[in-house]
């Protein structure tokens, strides 16, 4: 790369780091706190990511969600997986129409899918059956309906959220999916002085409206940006190191065979090289660090890892192998 297109890069770099101040700016009027959930869900948006969302109901999940769509500019919508929802409701489906000929026609009708930011609500109500109806949007960006290929919007994210503790009438989310979502956000109580805040200013005659920053084309363009971003050898090599290291069936791993049933694949190594970039911008720099490998294992690891049944009856968990091979490893705890 030549110096003219350093600069131009290094150029574009902050100009985008100044939108994305602004854009949390624009979301902290509607979602006050959690700074870290902010920015790991902005992460999966400017990495062309998935995030699934994992907390208690209450905790704003939803409200993120609509907000980010207002923020980031993007066409919304919204599904609310319950155990009789089938795929057409997902998908859309085509009908027989008679025209005033007499003629008639099949006619497809859109899904909720068709748009760029989806809600899926509870993601893990729904049956096996109508989740795998995601697989193929998420993945290619795209379903096939009646043998075509229809093409989704661009960009194209899906934010789920699921309740970790309410599991009656639920179905676990299939390995397979769960590794098409880019980071796991844990949504947790927020702190005393944050719900103070959240309590005057939600409970008024009025409430602060978040403003557009980004649009579809502008949040493209941030992608290839995050893409562009120099990513040095120390850190892919701790990428890689911690990945590794998190696999039973790796030499590097062989001490987890009794703690793990299966270890993270090549997608949680791509999930990291993009998310550190997207972190650095996010924190004002210009080049990720091995520390942002570390802030982000816990987030693109814990749903693509499984403890072993010996683990869960001595007490293990993955947030705590995590920490201890990334300590190991990369000499810095993950986040918790």
Not at 85 to 113: C, K, N, Q, W, Y
Not at 299 to 311: K, N, Q
Request: glycine share 8%.
């Amino acid at each position: 790369m030549t110096a003219t297109a350093d600069t131009a890069l290094v150029t574009e770099i902050e100009a985008l780091g100044a939108r994305l101040a602004e854009a949390r700016a624009s979301i902290a009027q509607r979602f006050i706190g959690q700074d870290q959930v902010v920015d790991l869900v902005l992460s999966a948006l400017l990495c062309g990511g998935h995030a699934l969302l994992v907390g208690l109901p209450g905790l704003g999940k939803t409200r993120l969600v609509d907000t980010l769509g207002t923020v980031m500019g993007l066409k919304s919508n919204r599904i609310q997986f319950t155990p009789d929802l089938m795929p057409a409701d997902i998908l859309g489906s085509e009908v027989l129409e008679t025209a005033t000929d007499g003629s008639r026609a099949f006619r497809f009708i859109e899904g909720p899918v068709f748009c760029q930011l989806l809600l899926a609500d509870e993601i893990n109500r729904a049956s096996p059956r109508t989740q795998s109806a995601l697989l193929q949007a998420m993945q290619e960006k795209e379903v096939t309906i009646a043998g075509q290929h229809r093409p989704l919007g661009r960009p194209f994210h899906v934010l789920a959220t699921q309740n970790p503790i309410e599991q009656e009438g639920t179905y676990p989310l299939p390995e397979a999916q769960l590794d098409r979502f880019l980071v796991q956000v844990d949504v947790d109580y927020p702190a005393r002085d944050v719900e103070r805040e959240i309590l005057i200013a939600t409970t008024g005659v009025e409430e602060a409206e978040s403003r557009q920053i980004f649009d579809a084309a502008g949040l493209l363009a941030a992608q290839q940006v995050i893409r562009r971003m120099p990513v040095g050898d120390s850190v892919i090599e701790a990428i890689l190191d911690l990945v590794r290291a998190c696999r039973p069936g790796e030499a590097e791993g062989r001490e987890l065979s009794d703690s793990l049933a299966w270890g993270p694949g090549p997608r949680a190594a791509q999930a990291l090289m993009l998310t550190v970039r997207a972190r650095a911008l996010l924190m004002g720099r210009l080049v990720p660090s091995v520390a942002d490998v570390a802030a982000l294992a816990q987030a693109t690891l814990t749903h693509r890892m499984a403890l072993s049944f010996a683990a869960r009856a001595r007490g293990e968990t993955l947030a705590g192998i995590i920490s201890r091979v990334s300590t190991r490893v990369l000499g810095l705890e993950a986040a918790a």
